[in-house]
């Protein structure tokens, strides 16, 4: 927007700010994507990509959108017909399954709230029932980005294994890798999915599978039909240093930089960071009055907060209250939630200054919407940073 001074204030929940850093990393030359420079490059990326996801395996890079790996992860693994079992936590977990559903999958969702994560109990009963074993996946988003709801994935797989169910797990870490504590590995998740735009602080245009040994056993039996997707040639291209089609250069120039930052900084105080700005603003919720959509406290969001407005009141005026007169982005209720919720996007190129010159702008916004506050959040959330 030219009329308005200053740094706009991009606080939804993916795209996040970019750094200053990863912007200049960005704009060096692009070089021949099959020359020695690029192998070096690809193949440090490669390596240093994995403790990022916890894991020691692969982790294939696409030039593409986070939707893309989501169809990654289901046609390397899965066959016409094969069941999977969706965890209805929000709109992205909605999405993933209706895409599974397009691409001739058996789709079974265990309904969900949008409140609350996947839920590890309901996915036991389901798979005690499923005695012929027919249900081949189970998807789980980790951090629902619809709702600001972290789902507890090593639940989810206790509840898989103590089941003696062979079905593979998918998770979606989209937007809470390099924000919210994730191990791959540990965890024992199959496959892996995300992307650049969220956590890791870089614009959109990568997305990832890391690929676990029964993940990878699977792929050479699925009969989902792929070609740009397909794990094989990648994988044996990365083996060299290399990609089976032009890959985005440029953004990896970038992911070098924000990898750099990452660990320069260290992921756990990474994760850290995240949980401290998440209590902020949720103490600020709460001195407004107003209510956390994320009902379940062991799964608050350190990535965003979604707000629930009160009644009778407009969610998406708020915003474009907040737009207008203080050039922040917020992010959207999304499907079921349209115009009931806000979210504040709290991850990424962060710090104090940033939450609380966001949260001012969410208080000064309610007032001039006019949606009645009963408290100071901005002070609520400045004593919870002083003294933590
Ligand atoms: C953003 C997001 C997606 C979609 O990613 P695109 O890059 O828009 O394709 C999927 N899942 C989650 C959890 C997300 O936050």
Same mark, same amino acid.
Request: with cysteine; charged share 20%.
């Given at each position: 927007?030219?009329? *308005?001074?200053? $740094? ?57 959108? &986070? ?13 016409? !017909? ?15 399954? =209706? ?10 969702? #265990? ?10 109990? $309901?996915?036991? =009963?389901?798979?005690?029932?499923? *005695?012929? +074993? ?17 789902? /507890? ?6 509840? #898989? ?43 959109? !245009?990568?997305?990832?599978?890391? @690929?676990?040994?029964?993940? %990878?056993?699977?792929? /050479? ?54 949980? $401290?700005?998440?209590?902020? @603003? ?29 009644? +009778?009141?407009?969610?998406? +005026?708020?915003? /474009? ?11 959207? &209720? ?8 806000? /979210?504040?996007?709290? %991850? ?5 200054? *940033? #939450? ?21 959040? %901005? ?5 919870? %940073?002083?003294?933590?």
């Amino acid at each position: 927007m030219d009329d *308005t001074t200053g $740094r706009h204030f991009l606080q939804i929940p993916g795209p996040s700010n970019v750094p200053d850093e990863v912007l200049r990393a960005m704009s060096a030359p692009t070089i021949d994507h099959r020359g020695p420079d690029f192998s070096a490059l690809f193949g440090e990326l490669l390596r240093d990509l994995r403790p990022v996801f916890g894991t020691a395996e692969p982790v294939i890079v696409y030039p593409s959108s &986070g939707t893309g790996a989501w169809e990654a992860a289901l046609v390397n693994t899965l066959s016409p !017909g094969d069941r999977v079992v969706v965890f209805e936590t929000g709109h992205f977990s909605t999405l993933w399954g =209706e895409m599974a559903a397009k691409i001739g999958l058996d789709v079974q969702v #265990i309904p969900g709230d949008w409140r609350r994560g996947a839920d590890p109990d $309901r996915l036991a =009963e389901v798979l005690a029932a499923d *005695t012929g +074993h027919g249900i081949r996946a189970v998807c789980a988003v980790h951090n629902e980005t619809s709702t600001g709801v972290v789902s /507890r994935i090593k639940e989810v797989r206790e509840a #898989i294994d103590a089941a003696g169910h062979p079905a593979l797990l998918l998770v979606d870490t989209i937007s809470s890798l390099g924000s919210v504590d994730y191990r791959h590995d540990e965890w024992g998740v199959d496959v892996t999915v995300s992307c650049s735009q969220k956590g890791l602080m870089l614009p959109p !245009g990568l997305a990832f599978n890391a @690929v676990g040994p029964k993940a %990878l056993e699977a792929s /050479r039996t699925a009969r989902l039909a792929r070609s740009y997707w397909d794990w094989a040639p990648m994988l044996e291209a990365n083996g060299r240093g290399f990609t089976p089609y032009t890959p985005a250069t440029n953004l990896l120039y970038g992911l070098r930089e924000a990898l750099r930052l990452l660990n320069a900084e260290g992921l756990p105080a990474v994760f850290a960071r995240h949980d $401290r700005y998440g209590r902020a @603003v949720r103490a600020a919720v709460r001195a407004w009055g107003l209510e956390v959509l994320c009902a379940d406290e062991r799964e608050y969001s350190g990535v965003l907060t979604g707000v629930l407005v009160p009644e +009778h009141h407009d969610a998406d +005026h708020v915003r /474009r209250v907040i737009l207008d007169r203080y050039d922040m982005s917020l992010g959207a &209720g999304l499907g079921r939630l349209a115009g009931r919720v806000f /979210r504040i996007g709290h %991850l990424g190129h962060t710090n104090d200054l *940033t #939450i609380a010159g966001a949260l001012a702008g969410v208080q000064m916004g309610l007032g001039h919407a006019g949606v009645k506050v009963a408290g100071d959040g %901005l002070a609520a959330a400045l004593e919870l %940073l002083d003294e933590h």
